[in-house]
């Protein structure tokens, strides 16, 4: 008797939900969740957050920007060749890679002076950024910095159950536990095994189960040895 063929699943992309309702909120970002709350009632008018990869700066950062109307900035484009935004501003992503510090001294001053806000997100604290302009140096000593940890498991566990819910999974909390211990501690990791364990479950006309996130988790682990 000939298998059953498998179901191929359409790839239809899950866009990542990104607004203040979406943002779960643990002890692990509850210090920048709050801070983005209360603007425009922030300390100084520039405010970095830092934190490492997969944490959810970006997710806190275009929180802000659809509450204060910002525009975005990419770090590439800092220089007084820019014309200097009329809106509050968002730099996402910032310090890992050389960037124009006059620009950004140019940038700072032009905001202050106004009374609008920048907002700075970056893996690295400014300490790292090898700024040698000495008024630059004395811009980001003043601003605020608020630290985002490595996401928790309170947090991760959040996002994932989420996620499902999303898309209209009904998981087993057991199984996302399971996950939570087994997991790289990032949210990407989080968004890309629930977009893996969806496919692999409507492939195999199966429930997400333990089983199948410990085949997912391992091919998952094996595709990033391969690409590190």
């Known amino acids: 008797m ?6 191929l699943p359409l790839d239809l992309r899950h866009v990542e939900q990104l607004s203040r309702d979406d943002l779960v909120v643990t002890p692990a970002n509850a210090a920048a969740s709050a801070l983005i709350d209360s ?19 970006s997710h806190l950062a275009a ?13 590439g484009r800092l220089g007084y ?6 809106h509050p501003v968002l730099i996402d992503g910032i310090g890992e890679k050389p960037f124009d510090q006059n620009g950004l001294f140019h940038l700072i001053n ?10 700075l997100t970056t893996r690295l604290f400014p300490g790292a950024w090898r700024v040698t302009l000495p008024d630059l140096a004395s811009r980001l000593k003043a601003a605020t910095t608020v630290e985002i940890q490595e996401p ?8 994932i159950a989420k996620l499902f819910a999303d898309r209209q ?5 057991s199984v996302v536990q399971y996950l939570v211990r087994r997991m790289e501690r990032s949210l990407s990791t989080a968004m890309a095994l629930v977009h ?4 692999a479950a409507l492939e195999g006309k199966t429930r997400i189960t333990r089983a199948l996130a410990a085949q997912v988790l391992e091919a998952l682990d094996e595709n990033r040895g391969t690409t590190a």
């Open 110 to 119: 032009a905001i202050r002076a106004r009374g609008d806000y920048l907002l």
């Open 169 to 173: 999974i009904d998981v087993d909390f």
């Open 63 to 75: 929180v802000w920007r659809a509450q204060a109307g910002a525009e975005l900035v990419d770090p």
């Open 196 to 199: 893996r364990l969806d496919r």
């Open 2 to 7: 000939p298998s059953q063929p498998r179901q």
């Open 39 to 57: 603007w425009p009632d922030w300390p100084s008018h520039v405010v970095i957050l830092a934190g490492p990869p997969g944490c959810g700066k």
């Open 81 to 86: 060749e820019m014309a200097i935004p009329e």
């Open 152 to 159: 928790d498991d309170a947090l991760l566990a959040a996002v």
